[in-house]
């Protein structure tokens, strides 16, 4: 029988038996920031929308509700500037997660085609890959590829791990080569909200692509800054015809966001006093984490933005993740991102205030 499986990377985090049992044996117990789950509660405004909407007979609309899709163009242009949208430009998906995973099968790549994905990169980049069996390769740099044009190119800014922010020139030089060759960009921009040492800026705004979405897509999760990673609410938004092809697919895959967790999105993205005050709460923990690591002698790299500091110790990454797990503290390895992540761990802003200051605290104890 055929197995999927066997063409995908081992599952990352389930390396992590030794360290996270050494981490859990800490008098004053774990503190896990190895994974970027939320934490905090989600708001009241968009529980209640959720629990409004549960009583909803029929099939989701996979397109997205007309007063969700209005939702997402206005957020988007009031929180990060993007204009010019049309609300059948955005496409509700089962999570981001879900959405790269299975974009270039829903695309309908091949093994003619190429995927480019970033040098260092949340896994699930290759993984979409590897599952629709499509030549993926590792680049930051356009002139790596050389003469070869790629099907889709994934971006991801700020990064995920590294927290690195693409500027305004990097992303006009990729929208431009792209266009030259007919190649599709889409760029996962679920950190978009969280610049801290700088300021993030869509695929999408005008200062990029001149207003114009051909070719673009933009990937937008709301599991960050609105705590839903439990309702699996995300969307994608862009070039309209390609938006469209996704959207037939889709409808024939029944790749549908429950009404619910859709009624919840609106109140989501029309309510920016939560996003605001959740933004404060991982401010406040990087503020507390930061100097901590510099303090117990790690460098921290990039980490401009986002949910996450990028560390090294100078050492093999597991050798850095043993040394945190002897202080109780849980952290993803860098080579779980690609081969340049093989000295650096990823360090996770995503726990509580009490667990923030207990691993502060031992870190500088």
Known sequence: MPRVSASLPVFPWDTLADATALAMSHRDGIVDLSVGTPVDDVAPVIQEALAAAGSAPGYPATAGTPSLRASAVAALERRYGIIGLAESAVLPVIGTKELIAWLPTLLGLGSDDVVVVPELAYPTYEVGARLAKVPFVRADSLTQLGPQSPALVFLNSPSNPTGKVLGVDHLRKVVGWARERGVLVASDE?????????????????????GDHTGLLAIHSLS?????????????????????????????????????????MVAALNDDEHERLQRERYERRRATLLPALKASGLTVDDSEAGLYLWATRGESCRETVAWFAQRGILVA?????????????????TATDERIAAASQRLTT
């Open 224 to 264: 960050k800054t609105s705590s839903l990673a439990g309702y699996r609410a995300g969307f994608v938004v862009g070039d309209q015809a390609v938006v469209a092809e996704l959207l037939a697919v889709r409808r024939h895959a029944g790749m549908m966001v429950p009404t619910p967790v859709q009624a919840a």
């Open 190 to 210: 679920c950190y978009l909200g969280l610049g801290w040492d700088a300021e993030p800026v869509s695929l999408l705004h005008p200062s990029v692509c001149d």
């Open 333 to 349: 390895p860098g080579e779980f991102y690609g081969p340049r992540g093989a000295q650096h761990v990823r360090v996770a802003l």
